[in-house]
């Protein structure tokens, strides 16, 4: 069976298929947790300005003219234009909230009441709908209405301040981090609401989430170190303000490739330790390992220096001791465990012909997700949505998009 956008339906799987979606949001945070749940098998539609369109668009790197990220970020979504600042417009995006169960928004809080697409007013229409809400600073702080960025959440998070050396500036991570860990927790929030969807007097649910929270409850030991030691956790390079075991670092090997050894248990510490030829009896307990951290980082970093990666991997596999080259992205493609994981896809682009990317995260066994399309035209869907899923008449339909409305 094929819809009317050439999709088969064997195409919509996933443990989320036939769960209906609509995102008010533009950029990352927002619309990464609607691709996450597209992975699985929502049918998401995606709204968009009908002149700029999301900006995400013509961000990052192009070639041929097309723009690289937004083939990721926007795959397995439909994509339909509307102009939100109009009243039309605003009447179709609630049609849109009602025929969804879920929005997703990251517009400005002030924003969406004056369209009356806020959490009150769609809930009347629509009671059973689940609403995650992405923010800066929180809908119930004085600062709802300031616009939000992901490099902000992360330095509010207290990441930054413990990212980097001692002797160093805060560093943030190199992607867009504070986003990217809000959109994990809005998918995860927006599967925790729905379990609850079938119990008798559900009466939806709204997720109001800010860019700096997500990161926040992941550092768990921040707060309560700090309130129990009174000293503010600080940036300790790679060995990680507070470690769980006394080896973990980066180490530069005699062919100038960079290799990574950690250690979790007592145990994997011994490990090291023969390794480098010292008396595993001396490391026996965790103060012992703490005690002499030093001596191991040492010794680690002039036997990794003497030796090529593929020797120094291969004997510490032997011995059971933790480690890794560093990977980058050239590296990732041709390893075999990713190859084996099956964890980049390759697919057919309209404007780039076959593309990789990754693949669906994570695995079901009975119901996998599948990546199905990269990133939608501008207005791709607009027929498919407006007049298979709302229903339009032609004569609606044609004046909608007379008007600049679609």
């Known amino acids: 069976m094929t819809s009317e956008d050439g999709v088969t339906s064997e195409a919509r799987q996933g443990t989320f298929a ?15 947790a609607g691709t996450l749940l597209a992975d699985q098998g929502a049918d998401v539609v995606h709204v968009e300005d009908p002149v700029h369109g999301d900006p995400s668009r013509r961000m990052g790197p192009t070639k041929d003219g097309a723009y690289l990220w937004w083939k990721v970020s926007a795959r397995n979504k439909r994509a339909v234009t509307l102009d939100l600042r109009s009243q039309a417009g605003q009447d179709i995006a609630r049609r849109l909230a009602q025929w969804a169960d879920v929005v997703i928004t990251n517009f400005r809080v002030g924003t969406l009441e004056k369209w009356g697409l806020d959490w009150e007013s769609l809930h009347e229409l629509n009671p059973r709908l689940v609403m995650l809400q992405v923010s800066g600073y929180g809908t119930t702080t004085s600062s709802r209405n300031v616009p939000g960025f992901g490099k902000v959440g992360e330095a509010m998070s207290g990441v930054v301040n413990i990212t980097g050396f001692p002797d160093g500036p805060p560093v943030h991570t ?14 995860f929030a927006i599967s925790a609401a729905l379990t609850k969807r079938n119990d008798p007097g559900f009466q939806g ?40 075991g006394a080896v973990i670092n980066t180490y530069l090997t005699a062919d100038e490739q960079w290799i990574t050894v950690t250690s979790g248990t007592p145990r994997s510490v011994q490990n090291v330790a023969i390794l480098l030829g010292l008396p ?15 001596e ?10 003497q030796r090529p990666a593929a020797e120094c991997l291969a004997e510490m596999k032997t011995l059971e001791v933790v480690a890794s080259r560093i990977y980058s992205v050239a590296d990732i493609v041709e390893d075999l465990t990713y190859t084996e994981r099956e964890d980049i896809v390759t697919l057919d682009d309209p404007d780039l012909g076959p593309v990789r990317m990754q693949n669906v995260v994570p695995k079901f066994a009975f119901n996998p997700g599948k990546v199905w399309r990269t990133g939608p035209s501008l207005g791709q869907d607009n027929e498919h949505v407006y007049r298979g899923y709302l229903g339009l008449s032609d004569e609606e339909f044609r004046a909608l998009t007379e008007a600049g409305t679609i």
């Open 174 to 187: 190199g992607f867009s981090h504070a986003d990217a860990v809000t959109a994990l927790m809005g998918a």
């Open 280 to 294: 595993a009896e001396k490391y026996a307990t965790v103060e012992d390992q703490l005690a002499r951290r030093q």
């Open 296 to 305: 191991l980082d040492e010794g680690l970093r002039s036997w990794i220096s």
């Open 18 to 32: 036939g769960l209906k979606i609509v995102e008010f949001a533009h950029v990352i945070a927002g619309p990464l």
């Open 205 to 244: 649910e709204w997720i109001d989430l800010a860019l700096f929270e997500s990161l926040f409850r992941l550092i768990e030991w921040q707060v309560i170190v700090y309130d129990q030691l009174g000293v503010p956790p600080q940036r300790a390079g790679n060995q990680l303000a507070v470690a769980p």
